[in-house]
């Protein structure tokens, strides 16, 4: 890459801010739903949502020009191609996920001041389990999750285990894909009183009401529910710092049965902390987003689960956020 390509690389990277936004804009009003269905004028759209018509205008403009939206004769309409996965009413819609996007445009904007130390992050206040961005929180990790949590569940290998704890298991996309590959297998799901309202219905929609117990609760203060013989802990470990990993492994310890397994599904950084790029800028992520959280390596992950009272711990999967890592206790 000569010195002119370097150059303008660093300006797109830097300029990439703008096509988001404008994308972030149409999903935070529902655009794309809206126009799903018939064809608008502008007019027709700015008083559907109570917009600017100016406003709107160029607003649609740009998300034609981005190609989400089509313009024909001064009516736009959402384009084909993108309605299954931008709009609500859509099966496999990644609406839930684009809209959490725009909750971490928030707290992202905070970087240099965070970095600087003028500003602590509180996850309950302005981040994703801030009671106005839970809903499309939640939903995201059902989009992302849906997807991958077969393919995790068959990495676990759950062998004998019959009785899963999933803590902090959000919607349950985790526990009903344990289920539907262990017939045999019945789950306890721990999560926030708010949380557990989602997962009941999706529960329900599965027709698992029979083999889910659902329990609320904090895990920073409550106990967990004990009787379990596999304990898992799915994207949470990023959100804590070191000191409230090891309070956590400590209470799945007191709650698994003996012989029980952890496993933890995470980002599982290299040494110097630099790869996966994802995981990097996850941590970045959590910065922003929380008081202490980050992204650990294997030898932090180890460590804590050993002064838990863990043994026999072992990474069994590297993939992202969708890395695995299993102990046991004796």
């Given at each position: ?176 894909a ?35 117990t659902l ?27 070191p ?38 800028m ?24 050993t ?5 026999r ?16 206790k004796?």
């Amino acid at each position: 890459m000569n010195a002119t390509e370097k150059m303008e690389s660093i300006l797109g990277l830097a300029r990439g801010f703008s096509a988001s936004r404008v994308l972030l804009c149409g999903a935070e009003l529902d655009l794309f739903t809206f126009l799903a269905k018939s064809p608008m004028t502008a007019e027709e759209t700015a008083s559907a949502k109570n917009a600017d018509l100016h406003g709107i205008t160029i607003l649609l403009d740009a998300l034609c020009a981005l190609g989400f939206i089509s313009k024909k004769n001064g009516r736009y309409k959402t384009e084909p191609s993108v309605v299954s996965f931008l709009s609500a009413d859509a099966p496999d819609s990644i609406l839930p996920m684009v809209l959490h996007s725009a909750t971490l445009w928030k707290t992202w904007s905070g970087l240099t001041d965070v970095v600087l130390g003028k500003t602590i992050p509180k996850l309950e206040k302005t981040g994703a389990l801030a009671k106005d961005h839970i809903t499309s929180f939640i939903g995201a990790m059902h989009v992302v999750g849906s997807r991958m949590a077969p393919e995790v569940v068959t990495a676990v290998n759950p062998g004998k285990a019959r009785n899963l704890l999933d803590v902090g298991g959000g919607s349950g996309t985790y526990t009903l894909a344990f289920l539907a590959q262990v017939p045999e297998m019945k789950a306890t799901l721990f999560d926030l009183p708010r949380v557990i309202e989602m997962a009941q219905a999706r529960i329900q929609e599965a027709g698992m009401t029979n083999r889910v117990t659902l329990v609320p609760g904090d895990f920073y203060t409550d106990s967990l529910p004990p009787g379990s013989d596999l304990a898992l802990l799915s994207a949470i470990i990023h959100q804590n710092s070191p000191e409230q990993n090891l309070m956590l492994y400590q209470e799945i310890y007191k709650a698994l049965d003996k012989g029980g397994r952890i496993i933890i599904r995470d980002h599982v950084m290299s040494e110097d902390r630099t790869k996966p790029i994802e995981g990097a800028m996850f941590a970045v992520n959590m910065l922003v987003g929380t008081p202490g959280g980050g992204t650990y390596t294997f030898d932090e992950i180890q460590n804590g689960l050993t002064a838990a009272g863990f043994v026999r711990i072992n990474l069994i999967r590297t993939k992202g956020m969708f890395s695995l890592v299993e102990g046991f206790k004796p």
